[in-house]
C-alpha cells in the first residue's frame, strides 16, 4: 500500500448536500435495475457453470481478509453497473471529504474523523481544518498508562486492594462496542481484570452484576460524553450508592473513572478530574470504541493489544482510502447490499459468524447500520425512498438450529454474511473442522436448494413410494439461488476483528452515499427521550399532547 499519507488535505469539491437525488432517480439506477431483471430467471448454479473462473473472479482481498461474492446474484456486467452506480454517486469525492476532515455530518456541521482515532502516531489528521492527531495520542498515552497501573496492581482501591473487576457503564455506542470487542478478544486478554458491562436501565442488570462482585476490588468506567445519558447515569449513581454504602463516600475517586467531556458533572460525581479520559464531537458514538470509550477494552486486553486492533482498522483504513473501486472491499459489499435490498427487493440482511466470541457482532452492527442509515430523507431534505434494511442475526451454529429454516424455505429472501476465522483459538481441532464445514455447506445450500427431482430420487432410493412419496416431495423442496458473502478472517485476533471492523464502518459510509442520506446523525431516537422526560415529571395526567392510550397507563410510574 505505500507509505502512510497525510489525509488532511483540503480539496476542492464541487458536492453539495443539496445536490442529491434519489438513488432511483438516477440513469445509473434505471441501468442497474434493467439488468437485475434480466438475469432474474437465472440461477447462480448456472453462473457457476458457465464460468469456472467465478470463485475467483467475484473475490477480494485486503489487510488480511478474504471476501467471496461469488455466491451474490450477479454477473460481470451487473457489477460494471454498479461501479458505474457507485461514481455517478460521487463515491470517490465524498470518500475524499471523508478523509480530509470536512463537516460531512452537515446537520450538525461536524467532521468525521474516527479514521484519526487509529492513525499511527506522526501521521498529520484533520478535523474541520485544525490538526487533532497530537490530541488523540494524548488521550491513548494517557489511557496506556492508567491501564497499567491497573493491570500491574499500582491502582489500589481504598482499602489497599488490587482491582479485579471492572464494570463499564454506558449505552449505545458505549456498550455495544466495548462489549463486543472484549467478549471476541477474551481469548487473547491474558491476565488481567475481568470486565463487565452494564447498559440496561432495567435495574436487573445492574443488580446481577453487583452480586457478584467485591466493592473494594471493582472499579467502574462510567461512559457518557455529556455525562447526562438518563439510562447511564441512573445506573451510574445506583452503582455509587452500592460503593458508599460498602466503603464510604471517600472511596468514589479510587473505585469510579469517567470517559467524558463534562469535568463540571464528574467533579459533582466525586471522580477526579485527572481520572478522566475525553474525546471529541467528531466521534460519533457507535464509531468511538477506538476512542477513550475503549478504556474497558484497553483494561482488559492491556495497551499492546489495543494498539494491534487500531492497527488493523487503520489498514483497512488506508485499503478503503486507497484501493481502486473494483478492488475496494467495504464498497463491494455496500454495492452488493444495494443490489440486494434495492434492486432484488431483500428486506433483511443477515448477519452469521461462525465464531461464539462474535456473538455480540450483529448487535454491534445493528446499531452501527440502522441508526446511521436508518433514514427517511436525503442529504438534501427530500424524501428517500429505500434506506437500510433491517441487520440481525446469530452465530453458526445456533442460527442453524434457528432461524435457518426461514432462510432455506421461507417465503422472503434474506442476503446472509458468512464470517468465519479459519483458525481456531483453542485446541479442539475436529470441533473446528465441524465448524467450518458447517458454515461452508449453509452457504453452498443456500445457493443450490434441492429440486423436485432430487427429492423424488432421495426418497425413493429409501424405498418410499407412490401417493405418500408424492405428498412428502413439495416439503422437501427448497428453492435455493439465495445469495450470502463469505468473509474469510485468517484467525480472531485483535489486528484481523479491527480490520473486519473498519470494513462494516465503511461499508455503512459507502452505503450512505449510495443512497444519498448522512449516515451520522440519529434525530429518530430523540423523541422517545423527550416523552419520557415529560412521562416522569408530577402533573403529566393533565398533558393534553398525550395520547388517551398513555395516559391510561401513567398508574404504572407511581
Known amino acids: 500500500m505505500g507509505e502512510d499519507r497525510a489525509w488532511s488535505r483540503r480539496i476542492p469539491t464541487t458536492a453539495d448536500p443539496a445536490d442529491v437525488i434519489a438513488l432511483e432517480r438516477t440513469d445509473a439506477w434505471a441501468d442497474v435495475l434493467s439488468h437485475a431483471r434480466a438475469l432474474d430467471a437465472t440461477s447462480l448454479l448456472s453462473l457457476f457453470a458457465g ?60 467532521a468525521v474523523m474516527h479514521v484519526a482515532l487509529r492513525a499511527p502516531r ?130 468514589v475517586e479510587k473505585h469510579f473513572v469517567a470517559v467524558s467531556t463534562n469535568l463540571e458533572a464528574v467533579a459533582a460525581f466525586g471522580i477526579d478530574r485527572a481520572n478522566t479520559f475525553g474525546f471529541w464531537d467528531w466521534v460519533g458514538g457507535r464509531y468511538s470504541v ?70 455480540c457482532f450483529p448487535g454491534w452492527l445493528q446499531q452501527l447500520e440502522m441508526e446511521s442509515n436508518g433514514k427517511g430523507v436525503l442529504r438534501s431534505g427530500e424524501p428517500a425512498s429505500q434506506t437500510t434494511p433491517a441487520v440481525w442475526g446469530d452465530v453458526g451454529t445456533n442460527g442453524q438450529h434457528a432461524f435457518f429454516q426461514m432462510l ?15 483458525a481456531a483459538d483453542h485446541d479442539l481441532a475436529d470441533q473446528h473442522r465441524l465448524l467450518i464445514a458447517n458454515c461452508l455447506a449453509q452457504a453452498a445450500a443456500l445457493m443450490r436448494g434441492k429440486t423436485a427431482d432430487e427429492v423424488r430420487a432421495e426418497l425413493g432410493a429409501r424405498g418410499l413410494e407412490g401417493a405418500a412419496l408424492e405428498q412428502a416431495i ?3 423442496v427448497f428453492p435455493g439461488n439465495r445469495p450470502s458473502n463469505l468473509i474469510l478472517l485468517p484467525r480472531l485476533d485483535a489486528y484481523h476483528l479491527g480490520a473486519l471492523m473498519a470494513m462494516y464502518e465503511h461499508r455503512t459510509f459507502a452505503l450512505s452515499v449510495l443512497w444519498g442520506v448522512n449516515a451520522y446523525d440519529q434525530w429518530g431516537v430523540e423523541l422517545g427521550k423527550q416523552l419520557a422526560a ?25
Open 51 to 110: 464460468d469456472a473462473t467465478r470463485a475467483q473472479t467475484f473475490r477480494a482481498q485486503a489487510c488480511g481478509l478474504t471476501l467471496d461474492y461469488s455466491k451474490q446474484r450477479i454477473d460481470a456486467r451487473a457489477l460494471q453497473l454498479l461501479l458505474k452506480l457507485a461514481e455517478a454517486r460521487q463515491f470517490t469525492l465524498w470518500r475524499e471529504r471523508l478523509f480530509s476532515g470536512e463537516a460531512i455530518n452537515h446537520t450538525e456541521n461536524r
Open 122 to 251: 506522526g501521521v498529520p489528521m484533520q478535523a474541520d481544518g485544525k490538526r487533532v492527531d497530537a490530541d488523540v495520542h494524548g488521550v491513548l498515552d494517557r489511557m496506556a498508562g492508567f491501564c497499567e497501573r491497573v493491570r500491574g496492581g499500582d491502582w489500589r482501591g481504598a482499602r489497599g486492594d488490587r482491582i479485579a473487576d471492572i464494570v463499564n457503564i454506558g449505552i449505545g455506542g458505549s456498550d455495544l462496542g466495548p462489549r463486543m470487542v472484549c467478549e471476541a478478544l477474551a481469548a487473547v486478554a491474558g491476565p488481567g481484570p475481568r470486565v463487565h458491562f452494564v447498559a440496561n436501565v432495567d435495574a436487573a442488570q445492574l443488580v446481577a452484576v453487583l452480586g457478584q462482585l467485591d466493592p473494594a476490588r471493582t472499579l467502574f468506567v462510567v461512559t457518557s460524553k455529556t455525562f447526562t445519558t438518563q439510562e447511564t447515569m441512573a445506573n451510574a449513581h445506583a452503582a455509587r450508592r452500592w460503593l458508599v454504602d460498602a466503603l464510604g463516600a471517600d472511596a
Open 290 to 359: 477506538w476512542s477513550a470509550v475503549g478504556l474497558a477494552v484497553m483494561l482488559q486486553v492491556g495497551p499492546g493489544r489495543f494498539a494491534e486492533l487500531l492497527a488493523g482498522a487503520h489498514a483497512m483504513d488506508r485499503h478503503f482510502a486507497d484501493a481502486a473501486p473494483a478492488q475496494n472491499m467495504p464498497l463491494l459489499l455496500a454495492l452488493l447490499a444495494v443490489w440486494n435490498h434495492n434492486a432484488l427487493g431483500c428486506p433483511t440482511q443477515v448477519i452469521a459468524p461462525y465464531a461464539q466470541r462474535l456473538a
Open 408 to 422: 432455506h424455505q421461507g417465503t422472503g429472501v434474506h442476503p446472509v454474511d458468512f464470517i468465519l476465522p479459519v
Open 474 to 476: 413439495p416439503h422437501r
Open 534 to 558: 415529560r412521562l416522569l415529571q408530577s402533573g403529566v395526567g393533565d398533558d393534553p399532547g398525550l395520547d388517551g392510550s398513555t395516559r391510561s397507563h401513567l398508574e404504572l410510574l407511581n
